[in-house]
């Protein structure tokens, strides 16, 4: 069936794959084919935090959530959201920022009920890049040399990175000219999205961690948590690399 159908879309002319073809050829469902306008996530009701502590972290556990050797395999869904929550904690975000306690857990959920079941752009995944964000950030200390509000903002862009990720690339996106490609000109439409479904989770008030940042406050968080997830298009990542090489002469790539 794979041959007849790369057979179909075959142009031998140009010796390419005509991908155009497959759309009246291929009928997938459009909320897995690609985001819409029909089907903008909303921050789901469907579930609501619990009443009381469902999950309470040993030392052990919190230590351990510090180092790269951590384990995500061990941990289900409701106990990752628990292991995020401690992060705020453990990092001083909740007091600092001054964020309620059950718009944190609120705000979580629904991140967590908007990532789709794929293979890999998943929650689980989510979780992996924040926790190592996490890991970076005592590592290298950058609790003494970044601010409350910078820390926060790192790590909720960790945890937003890949939201209503539909599984297909932006590769993919661009060549079958789908709504998410078109909506945002061919320019990184994954990360765009991303970011759009970030700011709609934080746009509803039990769910915003930022609601009591001043509004010049939030512009910024928004502007750097913006820079952060089109930064994960890897198509730039040549290009990233390149800045940070001239910002840093004597870095030692080696370590």
Known sequence: DLVELRDSIHNKLTNTLDYNKLRPAVVLPEHFYSPSIAREPLPSHARDIPTFDKY??????????????????????????????????????????????????????RVEENYNKNPFHNFRHSFCVSQMMYVLIHACRLMDILSKRDLCVLLTACICHDLDHPGYNNTYQINARTNLAVRYNDMSPLENHHCAVSFKIL?????????????????????????????TDMARHAEILENFKQKLDNFDYSS
């Open 56 to 109: 309470t972290l040993t030392q052990e556990a919190k230590d351990a959530l510090k180092t790269p050797e951590f384990d995500v395999w061990q941990w289900e869904h409701n106990e990752l959201l628990a292991l995020l929550e401690c992060m705020y904690y453990e990092l001083g975000l909740v007091e600092d920022l001054d964020i309620h306690p059950t718009t944190l857990k609120r705000f979580l959920l």
């Open 203 to 231: 746009s509803s008030p039990e769910c915003n961690i930022f609601t009591n940042l001043s509004p010049e406050e939030f512009k910024e968080v928004r502007g750097d948590m913006i820079i952060l997830i089109l930064a």
